[in-house]
């Protein structure tokens, strides 16, 4: 189980399991007042090779049955029911390319301060070599 403030990941290594840990989460949650909500739970089957009998599988919960998905969202990683990363890894790295970019105008600046100061706290000069020149901070 993966339990994250309002959001909750039950795993198992077969469809019956999160059957089981959705049912005993629904019951424990009413003990204290708590509702899930059907409307917000989805479920996915992540596999490389899904079992050919899975593909009309449900999970219910109060015998309503819950919305199937093949990919979502958790802690800001995209899981896919194949397990693959391959859309993640790109998502992630054109946002962070994204956020490069947005910077150069900031690198190119020639306001910027390049003034370092030496861990020791001490105001010892430190020499800053650019390709063009080379100058004293």
Known sequence: NLPFADDIGLIGESLSIPHELLDRLEEKSSQFGLEISEDKTKWMLMSRRPPADSINEKI????APLERVDKFK???SE????????????TKTCAALQAICSLNKF??????DTTIQH???????IW??????????
């Open 128 to 137: 800053l070599r650019s390709m063009d020149h080379e100058r004293q901070a």
């Open 60 to 63: 219910t919960l109060k015998c």
């Open 107 to 112: 690198w190119l600046s020639r306001n910027l």
């Open 79 to 90: 899981k896919t029911c194949s397990g693959d990363c391959i859309q993640d890894i790109s």
């Open 119 to 125: 861990p020791d706290c001490t105001n010892s000069p």
């Open 74 to 76: 958790y802690f800001g």
